[in-house]
């Protein structure tokens, strides 16, 4: 099979498309005049969380809102405030450059709260806005900023999550120089602290810390308020939060833990039951389990949970409870999600929203039995929607309407046989303006994890190729491997112990079967993900480098040996992953590596990633780099992102990426191939809408609304 590199079809004469793209600085055809374009992700809006008031009457939502690198400072994308009313209709409550997070209301649902730096806050402080407008007011700050909170049941006390400041005496020895890292010892514990709130509803007096063991998270009041559930982890390391954190019940009034809960492994949310005799967690089945998913319950006294679902395939998200007897959860089953009710007794599942169209994401329940929902779909991102006791879900926000004026591609869903008789399933987004009879590029894209899944939603983001690809000509195939979550403990138990085997011939196998289908062409397959997306990226491109024309490998990992020693989560690699040391089996480890491999190469291969990435550590986008371009067997790139962690965060590092990744694909399976593209991007966009002027008038129209129905901006 040729390669991109070998092919000597691509390097046929350009044809005139290729030279009026190469003037807006892509090696390929432009986007279909009414496809999805980067600069339209760039611009993509999404609702976040939902919190419906006490009396279920009105819904107070984020919205993340892009930053316009050209147009104000880069940065992360904001966060606004809106509240949907008894009728539906949304309006903006905070809006503008601001970073609005863990919204809640006050019981008396007088007020939505939220975090918010502002001023003169030392990190986010407590702010409370009444729901019938006014100025949002400082109810509570601390030093180094709080991480999250709840308000007991009668609004008297706030509980809230902290980090444990540095003493002043070492603040001024570093200042003076004496700065010195002692590696993993630094820690300091996230507290839980408890403030008392006044008539006039701001805090009053110092709050009081309550000694506990650890480091706190998951934070939730009893319905009594005579109890708080809180995780505890040993330290407040990120392998310890993912892999220690035990549910202890604790006094408010003097910190004594009164039950301990023996959950297993990972752990998700935790809800009380209204009567405050039992708790609902989402977590894993054992400390080998992937991913929590299990829905268990327990007494509030402490001891080992009880799992409601045992042998569930699929993995719930989210647990809350409709009675003192019943519990609510959403939960995902292959590529859908579904809403369910279940008896704590047992039972069969009562299913609310069985599979549909929609991806849910978020929940939060109304008077009478209803609930408002975050989903997505294969035709827009996270909106808000409302659903009736038996009734069918109503959307209720429209963050993006200029979609409409696009052309999307079709998505299915696809399932095939792997070579070993098991069935995956994947996501298929098909050319747009699909030619019956013709073959495409495929792009395979892979999500990381593996403990991680597609849902068949929106599938277009900066880093995934989605719709914008399709509209380019490709096709765009998304697989949920064996080792995915969706499909219950057993199914992401499958890639264990057994790194780039099985778990990375289904992708393989995944485009056998889109060959055979007769849409992809065999010779222009691209392969692509993030984290262990990018360490199938790099495997493709080595070790599987006859069957891939083009890789862009994200944040991956390319050394098996290396991986454990320089990860912020090595305890998680070996009890979820790899399930055995290195020192175990050291060549085990280096044959699984993509770096052992590199003289098989043949696959033009793009790298990207962040500096300040703490889970895989920059060094193997390095090491991978540089053998690649030591043996200049095809061309390598590697193009880092100061500053950017595990996937970037800042909106022109996220276009950058978009940009790059795209243009190396069109290269290699549309274009001319042979010699990397040019280093240098123009970021200018086509014509056609995006973020210039279309997007500067439809901001500006809707800014102007935004004006007469604001309630607050503090226009930072």
């Given at each position: 099979?040729?390669?991109a590199?070998?092919d ?8 005139i ?12 055809p ?5 496809g999805?374009t980067?600069w339209?992700?760039?611009r993509?809006r ?9 009396d ?10 892009q ?7 880069n940065?992360s ?54 729901l ?10 601390h030093?180094?900023?709080i ?17 444990e400041?540095?003493?002043e ?9 004496f ?7 630094e820690?300091?514990?996230t ?22 063991d650890?480091s706190?998270?998951?934070?939730s ?7 708080i ?8 390391l990120?392998?310890?939060?993912y ?5 202890h019940v ?12 023996a ?5 998700g ?6 009567d ?24 509030a ?23 003192a ?7 995902s ?28 994401s ?7 039995g ?11 991102p996270?909106e ?12 209720l926000?429209d963050?993006?309407?200029w ?16 070579r ?19 073959r495409?590029?495929?792009i ?8 991680a ?22 096709a765009v195939?998304y ?13 992401s138990?499958?890639s ?21 289908t ?20 790099a ?10 024309a083009a ?12 991986k ?27 044959e ?5 491999h ?11 990633g ?9 060094a ?9 371009k ?12 100061p ?20 243009r190396?694909?069109?290269?290699y ?34 800014g ?13």
């Amino acid at each position: 099979m040729r390669t991109a590199a070998t092919d000597p079809r691509r390097f046929a004469p350009i044809p005139i498309l290729l030279l009026i793209a190469a003037l807006l600085g892509f090696a390929a055809p432009p986007a279909a005049a009414d496809g999805l374009t980067p600069w339209d992700v760039a611009r993509l809006r999404s609702v976040g969380d939902v919190e419906a008031s006490p009396d279920g009457q009105h819904v107070a939502y984020t919205l993340s809102v892009q930053r316009n690198p050209f147009e104000e400072e880069n940065g992360s994308a904001w966060r606004e405030l809106h509240v949907l009313g008894p009728d539906g209709t949304s309006r903006p409550y905070v809006s503008g450059q601001v970073a609005i997070g863990d919204v809640s209301w006050t019981p008396d649902g007088r007020a939505i709260t939220f975090l918010d730096e502002r001023g003169d806050d030392d990190g986010d402080a407590l702010y409370a806005l009444p729901l019938a407008g006014g100025e949002a007011r400082r109810v509570l700050s601390h030093d180094g900023g709080i991480d999250s909170y709840a308000w007991a049941p009668d609004g008297r006390h706030v509980a809230f999550l902290a980090d444990e400041q540095e003493p002043e005496e070492a603040e001024e020895m570093e200042e003076k120089g004496f700065d010195a890292e002692i590696f993993e010892e630094e820690w300091r514990p996230t507290r839980v602290w408890i403030a008392e709130i006044g008539d006039d509803g701001m805090a009053k007096g110092e709050p009081r810390v309550l000694e506990l063991d650890g480091s706190a998270s998951e934070l939730s009041w009893s319905p009594a308020g005579d109890r708080i559930a809180v995780a505890l982890a040993p330290t407040s390391l990120i392998d310890d939060h993912y892999m220690s954190r035990r549910v202890h019940v604790v006094d408010p009034t003097n910190g004594t833990v009164t039950g301990s809960v023996a959950n297993p492994g990972k752990l998700g949310n935790v809800a009380w039951s209204p009567d405050g005799r039992h708790l609902a967690m989402v977590s894993a089945a054992d400390l080998n389990d992937p991913s929590e998913g299990r829905l268990m319950v327990v007494p509030a006294s402490g001891g080992t949970p009880r799992d409601l679902l045992p042998g569930y395939e699929g993995h719930v998200d989210q647990v809350a409870w409709r009675d003192a007897s019943t519990i609510l959860y959403r939960a995902s089953e292959r590529v859908s999600t579904v809403v369910a009710t279940l008896d704590v007794d047992g039972g069969e599942p009562n299913v609310l929203l069985p599979a549909g169209d929609v991806a849910w994401s978020d929940m939060a329940q109304l008077a009478g039995g209803g609930l408002v929902l975050v989903g997505e779909s294969a035709r827009h991102p996270d909106e808000v929607y409302r659903v009736t006791d038996g009734g069918t879900p109503e959307r209720l926000t429209d963050s993006n309407p200029w979609l409409a004026e696009r052309d999307l591609a079709a998505q299915e869903v696809v399932t095939f046989e792997a070579r070993d008789g098991l069935e995956i399933d994947g996501i298929l987004i098909r050319p747009l303006g699909e030619v019956e009879g013709n073959r495409y590029p495929l792009i395979l894209s892979v999500h990381g994890g593996p403990e991680a899944h597609h849902s068949n939603g929106w599938m277009t983001s900066y880093s995934g190729p989605g719709q914008v690809a399709a509209a380019r000509g490709f096709a765009v195939f998304y697989t949920n491997y064996r080792g995915s979550t969706g499909r219950g403990v057993a199914f992401s138990k499958l890639s264990q112990a057994d790194p780039a085997g099985l778990e990375f011939q289904d992708l393989v196998d995944a485009v056998d079967h889109l060959v055979s289908t007769g849409l992809v062409d065999e010779d222009k397959v691209g392969i692509t993900g993030g984290s262990y997306g990018g360490y199938a990226t790099a495997w493709g491109s080595t070790y599987y480098s006859e069957r891939f024309a083009a890789g862009v490998m994200f944040v991956g990992i390319s050394d098996k040996v290396a991986k454990l020693g320089m990860s912020d989560i090595p305890k998680e690699e070996y009890e979820v992953h790899a399930r055995e040391w290195p020192w175990e089996d050291w060549q085990k480890m280096l044959e699984t590596s993509p770096i052992y491999h590199v003289e098989k190469s043949k696959t033009p291969l793009l790298i990207m990633g962040g500096t300040a990435d703490t889970r895989v550590n920059p060094a193997h986008s390095l090491i991978l780099y540089r053998y690649l371009k030591l043996l200049g067997n095809a061309p390598v790139r590697y193009v880092r992102y100061p500053g950017e962690p595990h996937g970037n965060r800042k909106a022109a590092a996220r276009l950058d990426y978009n940009l790059r990744m795209l243009r190396w694909f069109e290269h290699y399976l549309q274009g001319p191939g042979g010699e990397a593209p040019a280093a240098d991007l123009d970021y200018g966009e086509p014509v056609a809408g995006g973020m210039g002027s279309d997007m500067e008038a439809d901001e500006e129209a809707e800014g102007e609304e935004m004006e007469e129905d604001r309630v607050e901006d503090d226009g930072r």
